[in-house]
């Protein structure tokens, strides 16, 4: 299984992003699948991520970033609005497809927000 992300970019304070992470089968009946990052010096926390059980979102996002899905394009967005310079990082997408079964990485994307 492959995920590809991309959309990571520099961007502005108070900007927008969207990230996408297209997966190579089918995640119709994916467990969880979601976004993770790293900033510099930190350790890889998650961001959000779809499950069975609906979304979860890390509180430093909430009402700030929405994750999405499109189960006929295999892909999950990350829709990532009123960005702050701390959300600078390397965000990696993971996917599962049962609950105790293997997670799936990406390559991770930059995201820059600076003035």
């Known amino acids: 299984v492959q995920l590809q992300a991309s959309g990571g970019g520099e961007v502005q304070p108070g900007e927008s992003l969207r990230l996408s992470c297209a997966a190579s089968r089918s995640i119709f009946r994916v467990v969880r699948m979601g976004w993770y990052r790293r900033a510099p010096g930190n350790e890889r926390e998650l961001v959000a991520v779809?499950?069975?059980?609906?979304?979860i979102y890390a509180d430093s996002v909430k009402g700030r970033f929405t994750i999405s899905r499109d189960n006929t394009k295999n892909t999950v967005y990350l829709q990532m609005n009123s960005l702050k310079p701390e959300d600078t990082a390397v965000y990696y997408c993971k996917a599962q497809w049962s609950r105790f079964g293997q997670s799936y990485w990406g390559q991770g994307t930059q995201v820059t927000v600076s003035s």
């Open positions: 779809t499950t069975s059980d609906g979304p």
